[in-house]
């Protein structure tokens, strides 16, 4: 099990407030609550934000980047976009020093536990920092994609009668809602994803070029292919659409405002 390691003198960090430090190579957030030290990892599970950059109310911290929070105490995902814990460890304080050992995923919650076992030298770095402060589940009609085994009839018919309806920019956004974030399990319209739809009319033929600004909850969100993918695959079961442009925009950035009431009830956001 990892030792201990003097990461700072409790003087270092207001009450409250925070301070990065290094802890064996890892990137560690250190704040001083109510009196107490806490630690958690300085890695936004959402996207790697630096957490220690954020907003510190009470006992949680705000990612800077997109507004997700997190409880200090226990590492726990408080709000979207993140779903995942970040990594808290333990920490002590003894005469005057606080004391950070690292904790692997899955040893439990972390506490500030009674001094103990003797420090040793330390191995931890201090850096300046403001003290106060998609399973598929796409329902498509096309023959290539699995079909859920729970989908009901009564969806399946809700899908045929929307890719005979007469196209428009409705019923584009309906069909959207057969594709979901793999993550968060919410669809990309209640997540606040698609940006424009528009419709143009194909020469060629009597059809609809459709073209859709779409964005992302995070730059680099990994499961960006796949959505884009999905986009098209539900958008092209309409019978007038001729084809599909998705285009990825970041301006304005996605932030959880963007949700509809629906996807704020199911993600139990209020
Ligand atoms: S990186 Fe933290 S909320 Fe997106």
């Known amino acids: 099990m990892p030792e201990y390691v003097h990461v700072a003198s409790t003087s270092d960090v207001q009450d409250p407030g925070k301070l990065l430090v290094e802890v064996d190579a890892e990137m560690i957030a250190l704040f001083h609550v109510g009196g107490s030290f806490y630690a958690i990892d300085d890695v936004c599970t959402h996207d790697g934000g630096p957490l220690v950059d954020g907003e510190l109310q009470d006992y949680?911290?705000?990612?800077?980047?997109?507004?997700?929070?997190?409880?200090?105490?226990?590492?726990?995902?408080?709000?979207?976009?993140?779903i995942r814990p970040t990594l808290?460890?333990?920490?002590?304080?003894?005469?005057g020093s606080v004391f950070v050992r690292l904790r692997e995923a899955?040893?439990?919650?972390?506490?500030?536990?009674?001094?103990?076992?003797?420090?040793?030298?330390?191995?931890?770095?201090?850096?300046p920092t403001e003290t106060t402060d998609k399973q598929e589940t796409l329902a498509s009609t096309d023959a290539s994609t699995d079909a859920s085994t729970d989908a009901s009839t009564d969806g399946n018919t809700a899908i045929e009668s929307l890719?005979?309806?007469?196209?428009s920019e409705d019923i584009v956004r309906e069909l959207l809602k057969q594709v979901k974030d793999p993550e968060l399990f919410v669809n990309?319209?209640?997540l606040g994803l698609?940006?424009?739809?528009?419709?143009?009319?194909?020469?060629?033929?009597?059809?609809?070029?459709?073209?859709?600004?779409?964005?992302m909850t995070s730059p680099a969100c990994p499961a960006g292919p796949q959505l884009i993918a999905d986009t098209k695959r539900a958008v092209n079961t309409h019978e007038s659409v001729e084809d599909v442009e998705v285009r990825i925009v970041m301006e304005p950035p996605w932030t959880p405002d963007r949700m509809t009431d629906d996807g704020r009830d199911q993600l139990g956001i209020f």
């Not at 808290?88 to 005469?95: A, C, G, I, P, T």
């Not at 698609?194 to 009319?201: A, E, F, G, M, N």
Request: charged share 15%; net charge negative; hydrophobic share 35%.
């Open 188 to 190: 990309i319209i209640d």
């Open 194 to 215: 698609i940006y424009d739809v528009s419709l143009s009319p194909a020469p060629e033929n009597s059809k609809q070029h459709v073209s859709i600004d779409m964005t």
């Open 88 to 95: 808290s460890h333990d920490v002590k304080v003894d005469s």
């Open 60 to 82: 949680t911290i705000a990612c800077p980047r997109h507004g997700a929070k997190f409880d200090i105490r226990t590492g726990a995902a408080l709000s979207m976009p993140a």
């Open 106 to 127: 899955g040893s439990g919650p972390s506490g500030n536990p009674a001094p103990s076992a003797g420090p040793r030298a330390s191995t931890a770095s201090v850096f």
């Open 163 to 167: 890719t005979s309806a007469t196209l």
